[in-house]
């Protein structure tokens, strides 16, 4: 089957999955509450004793925070797809005349809407509790740009833990550990300055690190240094590492 085809089954799977968010709404609680609970929590908690002010902390986190609430969006992905394959519906699936990766893509695809919502919140909150950019619109795109490029990168990564995991616990279990280090063990909370030596060392070679300060960098005019282009080769080396991986891990369980 040609490239050009599979590329449109897999659209028209990953608009079944936008739809299915219409009709479940529910299945967007963790994309709406968790990114308010996130800049709720650690501005006003934290925002005095990090920062000396919750405003210039808020300043500085929030970047961070739409790269982490976009990771613990991509958890889904992984979620969704293991559910699936338990209930048969990659059965139905396989007999349909599509190609054998659409499902797969559409998955991914399909829960890019999930990542526009969430960024979308993620940054609406903070204009209303005081954060400011202070880059160019175009600038302010190229950090969202950068950030959803990640996660779709990231996508990649809880699809195959989705794959391979033998119930959706599993997959939570396995992304939390993958997640939690990624995310609190870099420069989203706190400067990578301000952290004891031995920690500094992981966070410098941290992703999320290169992300979430190029984001910084370009929402605040912030001097960027290699932090952006750092983003995007680690993005495409996740990509290319990890899609091959989730697709023959599909291509397994389809026999």
């Known amino acids: 089957m040609n490239p050009i085809r599979a590329a449109r089954h897999g659209l ?13 709404p529910d299945q967007l609680l963790d994309v709406i509450m968790f990114p308010i609970v996130l800049v709720l929590v650690f ?6 004793a990090v920062a000396g002010s919750t405003h210039a902390y808020l300043q500085y986190v929030l970047p961070g925070i739409a790269v982490q609430a ?3 969006a991509s958890l889904g992905i992984g979620l969704g797809l293991n559910t699936d394959l338990r209930n048969g519906i990659f059965d139905r699936f396989r007999s349909l005349p599509i190609a054998r990766s659409a499902p797969l ?3 991914i695809l399909g829960d890019v809407a999930k990542f526009v919502l969430s960024l979308v919140l993620v940054f609406a909150l903070g204009a209303i509790v005081g954060f400011r950019t ?3 619109v175009l600038a302010i795109l190229a950090a969202c740009l950068l950030i959803m490029a990640f996660e779709f990168s990231v996508s990649w990564v809880t699809a195959l833990l989705g794959l391979l995991a033998r119930s959706p616990a599993a997959v939570t279990a396995f992304s939390f550990v993958l997640i939690m280090p990624l995310t609190f063990g ?3 909370f706190v400067p990578t300055g ?3 030596g031995w920690l500094q060392a992981w966070v410098k070679i941290n992703p999320v690190t290169d992300v979430s300060n190029a984001a910084r960098g370009l929402m605040l005019s912030l001097p960027l240094g290699s932090a952006a282009a750092a983003s995007l080769l680690w993005a495409l080396g996740i990509v290319v590492v990890f899609a091959p991986l989730a697709t023959w891990a599909y291509r397994r369980q389809q026999g």
Not at 12 to 24: D, F
Not at 43 to 48: A, D, P, S, T
């Open 105 to 107: 893509i559409g998955y």
């Open 134 to 136: 202070h880059g160019s």
């Open 12 to 24: 028209t799977l990953a608009w079944r999955s936008v739809t299915k968010l219409r009709h479940s």
């Open 186 to 188: 870099s420069s989203v």
């Open 43 to 48: 501005v006003f908690l934290f925002g005095n």
């Open 70 to 72: 976009l990771m613990f």
């Open 194 to 196: 301000r952290l004891p």
